[in-house]
């Protein structure tokens, strides 16, 4: 009898449940019943934005590998290898939100851009000369920060860095070089393979609604990559949102200078491109989170929550981009003018994380302790 009555009980909560699920949780009318096509909207992603977008960073690594091995054979100039890296760098900021399938197991951020780079450890396995780059204690001592801080970093100036990769540890140096980059080139082949190989229709086929689908697992890799890593990351931590101090020196690209500004810009346009469904380095538009919510015919305040997110990363790209440098404005105290461009990329967290997950009937399934 308990357990009957507890069957009803549960029948009862499913239903009022699902009587509040058809409401438009941002205020505007209900959303029409919707057939949108997962899998076309996880095809898109898979084959037009993610997969092509391994493939250059693959590429872009191969390329710097190239130029560390010459700089190891010839090491009179610094210009190629720290193009390579750069451009690797940028590239990677096109990539970063994947945090999903293949790269989730085998940590492919944690292991490539755990930023700012632990200086002591670097020194310390390159002095010793023995050091395993696959331990979770050498993460902030590998990867583009200590790439950084090798090319970069250790020294004042060009000549001084010279002079230390021919001096009498130069091989030491050179070693830890060509470790990291071919660490870096272990995990994206191993990443791109697994796409490429049977994980792209695992991907594609798992088009469900579930929290374990693939929609509902990437769409929260995606907010929690521009919440935790993007918006905090690059520009709240460094800004002191959340420890009440500036902390200048826990900016991206460290010791290069200059850069933090641009690949926070080059992710924010990843994040909108993805939205939009836009295929990596290109123009054409695929099916999206955009078209999924216009396809529910979600609103917000009278106008397509669709195009009020779009709007959004237009607002915050732009007070971003009217900034100086990173360096420069966290030298103010306190940097208003940041923190007031930080206020704009704030907004879209909402819009993502609570207007939109709801409409699309997706549970988040991380905790944050921001606040927001």
């Known amino acids: 009898m308990k357990r009957f009555l507890g069957i009803i009980a549960l029948v009862l909560f499913a239903y009022a449940c699902s009587s509040d699920d058809g409401d438009n949780p941002t205020g505007g009318p209900d959303p029409t019943p919707?057939?949108?096509?997962?899998t076309a909207l996880l095809e898109n992603w898979a084959d037009n934005i993610i997969v092509p977008g391994y493939v250059d960073f693959q590429s872009k690594v191969n390329t710097l590998q190239t130029e560390t091995a010459a700089f190891v054979g010839n090491s009179n100039d610094?210009?190629?290898?720290?193009?390579?890296?750069?451009?690797?760098?940028?590239?990677?900021?096109?990539?970063?939100?994947?945090?999903?399938?293949?790269?989730?197991?085998?940590?492919?951020?944690?292991?490539?851009?755990?930023?700012?780079a632990n200086v002591t450890t670097i020194e310390t396995n390159?002095?010793?000369?023995?050091?395993?780059?696959?331990?979770?204690?050498?993460?902030a001592a590998k990867g583009f920060p200590a790439l950084d801080y090798l090319l970069f970093g250790i020294g004042a100036d060009e000549a001084t860095i010279l002079s230390i990769y021919n001096g009498a540890e130069g091989d030491l140096y050179k070693q830890y070089l060509q470790d990291i980059v071919a660490d870096m080139q272990t995990l994206i082949t191993t990443v791109l393979n697994e796409w490429q190989g049977g994980f792209r229709d695992t991907f594609v086929n798992n088009n469900g609604s579930s929290s374990t689908a693939s929609v509902d697992r990437l769409v929260n890799d995606y907010i929690f990559y521009y919440e935790r890593h993007l918006r905090a990351g690059k520009m709240g931590i460094p800004g002191g949102v959340f420890s009440g101090s500036v902390e200048p020196n826990t900016i991206e690209a460290l010791y290069a200078g200059d850069l933090s500004k641009q690949f926070f810009l080059e992710g924010l346009d990843a994040v909108q491109d993805f939205f939009n469904g836009r295929a990596y380095n290109g123009n054409a538009l695929g099916e999206s989170l955009s078209s999924y919510l216009d396809e529910l015919n979600i609103i917000k305040d009278g106008a397509d929550l669709s195009t009020i997110i779009d709007n959004q990363f237009n607002s915050a790209r732009q007070a971003?981009?009217?900034?100086?440098?990173f360096?420069?404005?966290l030298q103010n105290n306190p940097p208003t003018t940041f923190l007031n461009a930080y206020d704009e990329v704030q907004r879209i967290v909402p819009l993502l994380k609570v207007d939109a997950v709801s409409a699309l009937s997706i549970s988040i399934d991380f905790?944050?302790?921001d606040g927001d």
Not at 34 to 38: E, H, P, T, V, Y
Not at 83 to 112: C, H, K
Not at 320 to 325: C, D, E, I, K, R
């Open 327 to 329: 360096e420069q404005e």
């Open 126 to 139: 390159i002095a010793s000369g023995s050091y395993d780059l696959a331990l979770s204690s050498n993460r």
């Open 367 to 369: 905790a944050d302790a």
């Open 320 to 325: 971003v981009q009217s900034l100086g440098s």
């Open 78 to 116: 610094l210009t190629a290898i720290r193009a390579a890296w750069l451009d690797a760098y940028t590239t990677w900021q096109r990539v970063s939100m994947f945090e999903n399938g293949p790269a989730e197991i085998v940590g492919l951020r944690l292991n490539v851009n755990i930023f700012p």
């Open 34 to 38: 919707s057939s949108f096509d997962r």
